[in-house]
């Protein structure tokens, strides 16, 4: 048992190396190579985790060796635009003007109820009102509305907003995190004001607690159980 808790733990660290190097994508925006990747990662990991007869050693190898060549890829994806359209593909304009290219929704085996869904999940039922729908390489749909169909913006309407500035978490259910306090040129005496003005006696019944750029306060409390 404990052989196998070592081996497994072993090989989950490897495989959480090989997903660390495709980014901090979903599964959903994997390109083709980053998806056969994290496939093959973990049909290789199955087998030393089940089978004790397989040294460990033989397990790794294949995985480290497909690491070196995702990094090695990477390299040459950022050096070559001519290997990088030859590993990922090239994006396809599927609505052009808004009329289909049937041609290349054939080509990517691009069905009509396929595009259906992915323009209803954006919110648009009138393909007329699409510049270009163009369906990226890693098989998401983008889709650029007529500049009439856009929402207007603040700057069209000769607005100056203010600006939010970025929340920063400092109080993450019930746990300080002081570097972002200080971060934020804060202190625990600043801390402890808004604490009491919130009617919050400790940061443990602090839920979550954000402050922005312009020190602006959001705080939600512990929800007391029942």
């Known amino acids: 048992m404990v052989i196998a808790f070592l081996r497994t733990i072993i090989l989950y660290a490897f495989i959480i190396i090989g997903i660390r190097l495709m980014g901090k994508r979903q599964v959903g925006e994997l390109e083709p190579s980053e998806l056969v990747l994290a496939l093959l990662i973990a049909d290789l990991a199955a087998v030393p985790m089940q089978d004790f007869g397989i040294p460990l050693l033989t397990g790794l190898i ?32 599927i609505v052009e ?21 992915e323009l209803r999940m954006q ?15 890693n098989g998401q749909l983008s889709v650029l509305p007529y500049a009439a169909q856009q929402p207007v913006t603040a700057q069209q309407m000769g607005l100056t907003p203010q600006e939010p500035g970025l929340p920063m978490v400092i109080i993450n259910d019930g ?51 029942k």
């Open 97 to 117: 003007n808004g009329k289909l290219r049937q041609s290349e929704m054939k080509k990517n085996r691009f069905t009509l109820d396929e595009l259906m869904e």
């Open 123 to 137: 919110g648009i039922t009138d393909l007329s009102t699409v510049k270009y729908a163009i369906l990226e390489t």
């Open 175 to 225: 746990r300080l995190i002081t570097r972002s306090l200080h971060s934020r040129g804060l202190n625990e005496e600043w801390l402890e004001k808004q604490l009491r003005q919130h009617h919050v006696k400790r940061t443990q019944d602090v839920f979550l607690l954000t402050v922005d750029e312009e020190n602006r306060v959001y705080l939600s409390k512990k929800e007391v159980e």
């Open 62 to 93: 294949p995985i480290l060796t497909l690491l070196c060549l995702t990094m090695a890829l990477s390299v040459l994806t950022m050096r070559s635009v001519r290997f990088r359209a030859v590993l990922c593909g090239r994006p396809s304009v």
